[in-house]
């Protein structure tokens, strides 16, 4: 089944305390994004990648690392998580080019106390 | 910069009824527009993508309008279900190398038995 994977789907962890979302695709995409969802702000762009070891900032990029190592995974890096970035976290990932839609992954709830 | 706007933001029918969700963006220069739901708890599903040559795209009960040059973007639901109930995201693809979608808040959809 062609899918968006991401875990953990659940997480409460604590101010400080290194933390990765990882995201994996099984649909040899070549784009994959992270966006995180919070009430009021709707969703916005953390960071993408057109490829592998090619990744960009999007509108949110602060508090955030990513690599792109190889073509399905996409993983989440919060080196330093802060109460500010507990959100509903998304991945999603597309074909190249103009045309595709785009796939999102499930959802990771991540809250930081 | 773009901005995207969903009327209404909430919207309670009974089952059986036709019904037209609207999203207006400000800025025509879009690669494409999708729709999706986000059903509570869940990640987002692709419902519907709509090229920007493109005036309609039509999947089974829904069918996505799309007027470009004006700014709009219209979904249609026929014959409403209860397992429509949700709430519905349009997402205009931007018009640069990010592919990043611009999402507008949503409509939340009840429909009642």
């Known amino acids: 089944e062609a899918q968006v994977t991401q875990n953990p789907r659940y997480l409460i962890t604590v101010t400080g305390k290194k933390l990765t979302v990882t995201c994996s695709q099984n649909m040899n995409h070549e784009y994959m994004s992270w966006y995180r969802q919070d009430p009021g702000l709707g969703l916005r762009q953390i960071y993408y990648s057109m490829n592998v070891e090619v990744t960009d900032k999007g509108d949110v990029p602060e508090g955030y690392k990513v690599s792109r190592k190889e073509k399905r995974n996409f993983p989440l890096i919060l080196e330093s998580p802060s109460p500010n970035q507990t959100s509903l976290y998304f991945c999603?990932?597309?074909?190249?080019?103009?045309?595709?839609?785009?796939?999102f992954g499930p959802g990771t709830r991540l809250t930081v106390t | 910069k773009q901005e995207v706007t969903q009327i209404p933001a909430a919207l309670s029918v009974p089952e059986g009824e036709n019904l037209v969700l609207n999203c207006s963006f400000t800025?025509?220069?879009?690669?494409?527009l999708q729709w999706f739901r986000q059903d509570p708890g869940k990640g987002l599903t692709s419902l519907l993508l709509?090229?920007?040559?493109?005036r309609e795209q039509t999947s089974g009960r829904l069918n996505a309008s799309l007027d470009k040059s004006s700014g709009r973007s219209t979904l249609y639901i026929a014959a409403s279900q209860p397992g429509d109930s949700a709430t519905y995201l349009c997402?205009?693809?931007?018009?640069?190398?990010?592919?990043?979608?611009?999402f507008g808040s949503g409509t939340r959809l009840l429909v009642r038995p």
């Open positions: 997402a205009p693809r931007e018009g640069d190398s990010s592919y990043k979608l611009i």
């Open positions: 999603a990932s597309s074909l190249g080019g103009t045309n595709y839609e785009q796939y």
């Open positions: 709509i090229q920007s040559s493109q």
């Open positions: 800025d025509s220069a879009i690669y494409n």
